[in-house]
Each structure stands twice: as C-alpha cells, then as structure tokens.
C-alpha cells in the first residue's frame, strides 16, 4: 500500500505545481478534482473569459514519453466526458472553452494550451 499512497501523494504534488505555474500565468482556478461517474478533472480554470479544462499527466522520467506519454486517447476522451458532465452540472459561465494539458517529466513543466479539440 505504501507503493499507492506515495504515487496519490507525488500526483497532488503535480497538480499543485501545476496550479501555482497556471496561477503565475494568470488563470483563475475555480474548481480542482471534479469529479464525476466517468471520472475527474484535475484542474477548472478560467483563462480571461475562457473556460479551460486542465488535465496535468507526469512521469518521473522521460523513458515512455514523459508527461505527454501519459495522456492516451482513452484519457482524453474521458477528459471530454466529465468536462460534459461538469457543463451540466455546474453551468459556468463562458464564452468558449479548451482543453489545456499541463505535462510534467522530472522536475520540467510544459503547459500546453488548446492541446486537443472535441466535437459536442
């Protein structure tokens, strides 16, 4: 069980770096580990008056692709279906919306904005 809690625990540790560094550039979070029937968003935020749902992926190294490595097409799917949820749910207010990934490989942080497209 120790081997379980110390991923739980160094995956929060992810998702409050990638916080601070979303923070820095200047989101506002609004919701953090939504979490629904299919799923979770990581992170709700918005961007100006764009709604951006955050999903932050790491590695510990870059040896099967890094934090980008993580985010399969299952995942990103499963993204696009919570954040259908959350919609629902929630009813933000917004101009548009995007979805944002926050990868992290070792100690590198890359965020990337508008990193993949769904159709409703």
């Not at 110390?6 to 560094?21: D, F, K, S, T, V």
Request: hydrophobic residues 40%.
């Amino acid at each position: 069980m120790a081997g379980r809690d110390q991923h739980i625990a160094r995956g929060r540790a992810n998702e409050l770096r990638a916080e601070r560094e979303l923070r820095r550039r200047g989101y506002r979070i609004v919701e953090r580990n939504f979490r629904g029937r299919l799923g979770e968003l990581d992170l709700v935020a918005y961007d100006g008056d764009v709604l951006v749902f955050v999903e932050v992926r790491s590695r510990a190294n870059g040896a099967h692709g890094g934090g980008l490595g993580a985010l399969t097409p299952t995942k990103l799917r499963q993204v696009a279906r919570v954040a259908e949820l959350y919609l629902a749910v929630r009813r933000p207010r917004f101009r548009t919306c995007r979805f944002d990934v926050v990868a992290i490989t070792g100690d590198e942080l890359t965020v990337i904005a508008d990193a993949f497209r769904i159709t409703w």
